[in-house]
């Protein structure tokens, strides 16, 4: 399975933005997708995932009620939809899909500007 993101770029602050991730090739047994992001200078950190069967989903607790993350099965793509950026959500985001073993696609970077 490879993945691809994008839709990322530059925001002003209270902004939104939608970044997505498709992922092609061998698919099969893919059970959750989702998102970290890394800062400059710091450690990569989760931001959110959602299991492709149930839909469930979860987020890290300063994204809550910000961030959704949503599931096109057809597509096999997740997308992230950021609400009222900030500052401090600048950064690389990185979506993974976990399949018994984790699989990264680049990053895509979100710059919000103060």
């Known amino acids: 399975v490879q993945l691809q993101a994008s839709g990322g770029g530059l925001v002003q602050d209270g902004g939104s933005l939608r970044i997505s991730c498709a992922a092609s090739g061998d698919t099969v047994g893919s059970d959750v997708m989702g998102w970290f992001r890394q800062a400059p200078r710091k450690e990569r950190e989760f931001v959110a995932a959602?299991?492709?069967?149930?839909?469930?989903?979860r987020y890290e607790d300063s994204v809550k009620g910000r961030f959704t993350i949503t599931r096109d099965l057809a597509k096999s793509t997740v997308f992230l939809q950021m609400n009222s950026l900030r500052p401090e959500d600048t950064a690389v985001y990185y979506c993974?899909?976990?399949?018994?073993?984790?699989?990264w696609g680049q990053g895509t970077l979100v710059t919000v500007s103060s």
């Open positions: 959602i299991k492709l069967r149930s839909g469930t989903t």
């Open positions: 993974y899909v976990h399949r018994g073993y984790d699989v």
